[in-house]
């Protein structure tokens, strides 16, 4: 694993994978992945930016299998309209990256479900889009399902009490939720996979501190924190740096199903690929279990 880059990455051809997001991590998971020869499906809320995202790859990779398709994280029903599209054009499928994501609005926003926005797009709607995809990942070749997580999983709690911090909102803390609920649901997912015989191998990871525009994407406009990320661009790894462990634990031979990447230097802000630390919070067999049955009822789908 020293140094892994996408160098590494074995050839893709003959596997199809979903990735959300078109820009920052997204975009350089989709490009390493169809420069790798796979089929390629970016799936994103803003078609325009969809667009640009795919042109941008075919211009990198003239031999590349690229497309669009929209899908809301914030809206069950696109997920929902977006997983029967997909069923539709495809027998199986061999790889979803749960990666799109919002990041600490000042002010506490609702999907169009009433989820507060963050627990709703970072964790719901990829909860509901791996569950309506499952069908298509039994039958993927050594399918894998990786999920995004975050160096703030480590002071994530999971509320229930009031999980879409509707009696208090704090920014930070319902993002660090949704993250830590992220990295509990791969391990969660990976359990349920072994014990009823999916063959489908779940993995975390996250990206250290990158450059990404997530913070920019952000509903508030900006913030001190923006700002302050701003001049201190030359602290934060570049986003392709930033994509490798997510790259790495969805393609490489070495990665370990259940197991959680990210870099390996500095309190794994920046580096290659490296096993993560686990957040003890994030170990609770118990409140991964409550949490998935809470999900979905929340979401009205059972996996």
């Given at each position: 694993?020293?140094n ?5 990455i074995p050839?893709q051809?003959?596997r199809?994978a979903?990735?959300?997001g ?13 420069r790798?020869?796979g089929?390629?499906?970016i799936?994103?809320?803003d ?7 795919v042109?941008?790859?075919?211009n990198?990779?003239?031999s590349a299998t690229?497309?669009?398709e ?11 309209d ?7 054009q495809?027998?199986s ?11 600490t609005?000042p ?5 169009t479900?009433?989820?507060?926005l ?9 909860f ?7 069908p298509l990942?039994c ?7 990786v999920t995004?997580?975050?160096i ?14 509707k009696h ?6 319902a ?6 609920a992220?990295l509990?649901f ?8 072994e014990?009823?015989q ?5 993995l975390a990871?996250?990206?250290?501190i990158?450059?990404?525009?997530l913070?920019?994407?952000?509903p508030?406009?900006?913030s001190a924190?923006?700002v302050?990320r ?6 934060f790894q ?8 997510t790259?790495?634990?969805a393609?490489s031979?070495?990665?370990?199903a259940g ?5 390996h230097k500095?309190s794994e802000t920046?580096?290659f690929p ?13 409140v991964a279990a ?5 999900s979905?009822k929340?979401?009205q789908?059972?996996?």
């Amino acid at each position: 694993m020293t140094n892994w880059t996408t160098a590494n990455i074995p050839s893709q051809k003959s596997r199809t994978a979903v990735v959300t997001g078109t820009g920052g991590l997204g975009f350089e998971n989709a490009l390493a992945l169809a420069r790798a020869g796979g089929d390629v499906i970016i799936a994103g809320r803003d078609s325009q930016k969809g667009a640009e995202a795919v042109a941008k790859i075919r211009n990198e990779v003239p031999s590349a299998t690229v497309r669009f398709e929209q899908i809301d994280l914030a809206n069950l029903q696109s997920v929902t309209d977006f997983a029967r599209r997909l069923r539709s054009q495809q027998d199986s499928l061999d790889l979803l990256i749960n990666n799109a994501g919002v990041m600490t609005p000042p002010k506490r926003l609702e999907t169009t479900d009433g989820f507060e926005l963050q627990f709703g797009v970072n964790y719901l709607g990829h909860f509901a889009l791996t569950a309506q995809l499952m069908p298509l990942l039994c039958k993927g070749k050594n399918a894998r399902v990786v999920t995004l997580s975050s160096i703030a999983a480590r002071n994530g709690t999971i509320n229930f009490d009031d999980l879409q911090a509707k009696h208090s909102y704090n920014p930070m803390a319902a993002y660090s939720q949704s993250k830590i609920a992220c990295l509990m649901f791969a391990f969660e997912l990976q359990r349920r996979s072994e014990a009823g015989q999916w063959g489908i191998a779940s993995l975390a990871a996250h990206p250290g501190i990158a450059r990404t525009a997530l913070l920019y994407n952000s509903p508030g406009g900006w913030s001190a924190r923006i700002v302050l990320r701003s001049l201190l661009w030359f602290l934060f790894q570049p986003v392709p740096q930033g994509a490798l462990p997510t790259l790495f634990a969805a393609t490489s031979p070495d990665a370990k199903a259940g197991a959680y990447y990210g870099p390996h230097k500095l309190s794994e802000t920046r580096g290659f690929p490296a096993l993560s630390k686990v957040p003890p919070q994030a170990t609770d067999t118990d409140v991964a279990a409550r949490l998935w049955e809470v999900s979905e009822k929340l979401i009205q789908i059972n996996f």
